[in-house]
């Protein structure tokens, strides 16, 4: 299972970003996918996950309305749109694949290399 994760970057505090997330190697129809973050010195956390079966998605309190995750099965990719930004988004973003819709992180089996997200104010 590979999941390539892309899309991060620097911008200012306000601005949005869109993360993308490609996989290959699993049935991606049938896999929940989810989104984590790292700031350094501190734990993963849940950012947001959307199931397969109705794209049912879940979210961190901290991003409610300001992110949205979807994804399209026909291109394997799962998608974070990621609007108003602020510093404290600032973090090392992971995908993850698993069967459940989950904001667990143990309940997600398959993990990408990160991409850097920086806010700067």
């Known amino acids: 299972v590979q999941l390539q994760a892309f899309g991060g970057g620097l911008v200012q505090v306000g601005a949005s970003l869109r993360l993308s997330c490609a996989a290959s190697g699993v049935t991606f129809s049938r896999s929940g996918m989810g989104w984590f973050r790292q700031a350094p010195g501190k734990e993963r956390d849940f950012v947001a996950a959307i199931g397969w079966r109705y794209s049912s998605t879940r979210y961190a309190d901290s991003v409610k309305g300001r992110f949205t995750i979807s994804r399209d099965n026909a291109k394997s990719t799962v998608y974070l749109q990621m609007n108003s930004l602020k510093p404290e988004d600032t973090a090392t973003y992971y995908c993850?694949?698993?069967?459940?819709?989950?904001?667990?992180?143990?309940?997600?089996?398959?993990w990408g290399q990160g991409t850097q997200v920086t806010v700067s104010s």
């Open positions: 993850a694949a698993g069967p459940y819709t989950s904001s667990r992180y143990v309940d997600f089996t398959s």
